[in-house]
């Protein structure tokens, strides 16, 4: 029986190892840095504790040494010890509370900077294969969980445990009698609450997921507003979104029930160990084998007992969700993003560049290739056009240059270098890119123009906002350059948008030029002095352009037909349009439509 019961605590030896490997790197990356507040907040509290456990020593010496002997004199005394008592319990709890503060505050902020260090490190792929909603849940789930369990849960438990220890052996000292009659009842409440932390760590990993799901559809709504509203998709997106909160409240729901059981059951046991102690104290009391005074510190002793038996059980199913969390947000620290540095990687020096795709074959998802054995060579300071249907593979040919997917077969080369030889950080400095889904961050006009050359002037960054043809606007707001753009550029129009970006662009001056559908959102004057701008940008650079509107490229020095991941025709305008065939094709139909 006993070999069952030791098999029964001991649980899964591989679970335990993990748990404590856990507590241990949790400790050693969030906890140690934070060790002269949290050990002086250990003593606070520790110190607190013991001015609480004092007062029950004081009620036994109260009870002997006044009321029984009936004493005014030592009741004066002893009441005068019980305020001093409470006084240090309450300094020491505020010291508490303002070093543990301090020391989750500072681990607070450390996680976060490693978390969001670590967040804009990922592949482009894998940060929205995931979910935004998830790398979400890292601040404020997995992270709030991971730090409860070093500041919280930790002060917590020491409290909890030292006031534990010292009420039991004060107990143990005032009557030991009484402590051998109720000490069958420590089996009784272990066994079912180990039974009700397994139910709880279960419940509590599964939540994470349900946690993800719910940040997930959330930030989805946020991002998409204006199309759930545009479709008229309010009542649909609400039901999608109470299905999610309907399988929390359950998870929850279970939860609280494996959780509340906790309560009850120890209150049960303490009210039998409360009766059988009064029923042998009573005992005792009579044959003289202890004082009434005696009798009642114990009595004292075993209630103050109760409330930090009942936290360290509370605390237990914190330490198991704060395990998991710290499970999942350490598998997420650990993990490598797919493209990185090599080793010997070298730093891509300014100058002029040539670009060269050589046999490349490019697939997002197994089996369905999107680019497949492409060949091209821009020389340096040259332009190349990208045309052809939608869907062909021309955006993803501008995402391997910039290396946020890595092709299958082939490579890429700038100046017959393979640019994987090259630094990440290096290559990107070396481009500058115009999409036509214009992002722009949450603060001025300035700020955004500046992104890619922060060291800029204000001269500058106005001689670029004039190429641009954006100063225009800009002087027109109240507070023309410190204008604030909006969550995602929201206070301007699409065409301001874009001409911020070129301006943005152009300021960053790099060798490497990507335009993607650049002056797509611009009315036709606008489009007609931006591509004036556009030309003095690309002069001396290396650019590719996509471009639908084929008005736009004639001159370029390359033009490449991208159809089903294939370049099927390539040349000058006039050598397509002398071949006949799919450019020609293009050709006549916007020509004459533009006719039309």
Known sequence: ???????????????????????????????????????????????????????????????????????????????????????????????????????????????????????????????????????????????????????????STVQQIATLIMTLGLMVYYAPQLCAVLIFLVPAIMIPMVLIMRRRRKLSRESFGIANNVSQHLNQTLQGMKTIQAFANENAESKKFAEVLNTSMINSYKGTQAFALQSPLLELMISIGLCLALIAGGHFIVTGAITTGDFTAFLLALTAAYKPARSITSTSNTVQHGLLAAEVLFDFLDSKPDIQDLPDAKELKAGKM????????????????????????????????????????????????????????????????????????????????????????????????????????????????????????????????????????ALLSGGQKQRIAIARAILKDSPILLLDEATSALDTQSEKLIQAALKDLMRGRTTFVIAHRLSTILDADIICVVKDGHIVEQGTDAELVALDGEYKKLRDIQFKNKKN
């Open 354 to 489: 040539t670009v060269k795709f050589n046999k490349v074959s490019f697939q997002y998802v197994p089996g369905e290739p999107v680019l497949e054995n492409i060949n091209l060579m821009v020389p340096a300071g040259k332009v190349c056009a990208l045309v052809g249907p939608s869907g062909g593979g021309k955006t993803t040919m501008f995402n391997l240059i910039e290396r946020f997917y890595e092709p299958q077969k082939g490579k890429i080369e700038i100046n017959n270098t393979d640019i994987r030889k090259f630094t990440l950080k290096s290559l990107r400095e070396n481009i500058a890119e115009v999409s036509q889904d214009v992002f722009l961050f949450n603060g001025t006009i300035e700020e955004n123009i500046k992104y890619g050359a922060p060291n800029a002037t204000h001269e500058q960054v106005e001689a670029a906002a004039k190429a641009a043809n954006a100063h225009d606007f800009i002087i027109s707001f109240p507070n023309k350059y410190k204008s604030k753009v909006g969550e995602g550029g």
């Open 1 to 155: 029986m006993i070999k069952g019961i030791k098999k029964f605590f001991k649980g899964d030896e591989t679970n335990r190892r993990i748990k404590w490997s856990l507590y241990a790197r949790v400790w050693r990356e969030i906890g140690r840095p934070q060790l002269k507040w949290l050990v002086w907040g250990i003593v606070a509290t520790v110190l607190a504790a013991a001015a609480e456990a004092y007062t029950i020593t004081l009620v036994q010496q109260v009870v002997d040494k006044a009321f029984i002997q009936k004493s005014m004199a030592n009741i004066y005394f002893f009441g005068l010890q019980v305020i001093a008592a409470f006084g240090f319990k309450g300094v020491f709890s505020y010291v508490k509370s303002l070093l543990m503060a301090k020391a989750g505050l500072n681990a607070s902020a450390d996680l976060q900077q490693r978390i969001y260090k670590h967040m804009v490190k990922m592949n482009i792929a894998k940060f929205y294969g995931d979910g935004i909603g998830k790398h979400l849940n890292y601040f404020s789930v997995q992270a709030g969980a991971v730090l409860n369990l070093v500041t919280g849960t930790l002060v």
